[in-house]
């Protein structure tokens, strides 16, 4: 079911437990039916993207665990508080905030991430740790390398210059004949096409650019999942991540770019139940290509 949720705002960036009590802005969610016998598992998605990736997730996990998919702010049908703060430590709120409605703060959750929410649910596992069994993240780094030009891109580009390029874009995907391609990026120029620039603006300069994390921290067990295409977050990225994160395991999929989701969410839903089936002492220090996981999983 689609829902909507209050979440408080913050009154300052560096202080995560003072509210303006007052001041509130709403995130849409999809949900099960709550089960208190059953486990919370989250699913949450990229830029530009929404709770209407996991739509096969409510198929595959529902019978065993009470299934969310939240639209983070400024996604889907989620508001955009464009006068706060929209740092990585924001967005982590946010979902903190969500549970403690529901669960109260006690709450226990299993986080499944992907690309930008991968960097949101490292900043939950960092300050919210007591508050995660396990984490299955897609396409994490723990910072953003992001060139100059795309730092200063909000600040110079306008809407017809964005919308000329979109419409490129958009005109050439007709040549592209990776049809899973050419789809994606009709779907990325109808999203930003229906997205404010402010929006994107806020991302850019305050989640992304900001966005620090300290992994060693980290104590929660955690599933890397990452592509040997991925020309966003570099694999480099991931394995340094892997490296540096205590508990931590790392599949590998090939020929496989960043939309990892969105190209192969079958194998993907196939990896986070096998995970949550199996010891995640199974993964721990394990750096696992995607023949190896297939013939674990007895899929080869």
């Known amino acids: 079911m689609l829902i909507n949720s209050l979440v408080p705002i913050l009154k300052s960036s560096n ?19 709550i089960d208190l016998k059953k486990e919370n ?18 198929k595959r996990f529902s019978d065993a665990y009470n299934v969310f998919a939240i639209n983070l702010r400024g996604h889907g049908s989620s508001d955009a508080p464009l006068d706060t703060n929209w740092n990585s430590s924001n967005f982590a709120n946010d979902i903190h905030q969500i549970f403690l409605n529901y669960f109260g703060s006690a709450y226990k959750i299993i986080l499944v991430t992907s690309s930008l929410s991968s960097a949101i649910g490292l900043k939950f596992l960092e300050i ?16 953003f390398n992001l060139p100059l030009w795309f730092k200063g891109m909000s ?72 592509a040997d295409q991925d020309k966003v977050i570099p694999i480099e990225d991931s394995i340094e991540l892997f490296e540096h994160l205590p508990n931590s395991g790392l599949i590998i999929l090939k020929d496989t770019r960043h939309t990892i989701v969105s190209e192969r969410p079958d194998l993907i839903f196939d990896i986070v139940e096998f995970y949550l089936l199996n010891s995640s002492e199974s993964f721990q220090d394990q750096i696992m290509d995607e023949k190896s996981i297939m013939h674990l999983m007895g899929k080869d």
Do not use: M
């Open 15 to 33: 202080d995560l437990q003072e509210y303006d009590t007052g001041n509130y802005f709403l995130l849409n969610l999809s949900r099960t039916e």
């Open 41 to 58: 598992i989250v699913f949450l998605h990229g830029w530009l993207g929404s709770t209407e990736e996991y739509v096969d997730a409510f």
């Open 128 to 143: 919210y740790k007591n508050h995660v069994d396990c984490a299955v993240l897609v396409s994490p780094t723990s910072r």
């Open 155 to 226: 600040k110079i580009s306008n809407d017809t210059l964005l919308r000329g390029v979109l419409n490129l874009l958009n005109h050439s995907s007709r040549f592209i004949f990776d049809y899973n391609l050419s789809r994606l990026i009709q779907r990325f120029v109808d999203t930003i096409n229906s997205s404010p620039i402010e929006i994107q603006r806020k991302i850019v300069e305050e989640t992304l650019s900001t966005f620090s994390v300290d992994p060693k921290s980290i104590s929660t067990p955690v599933l890397i999942i990452s």
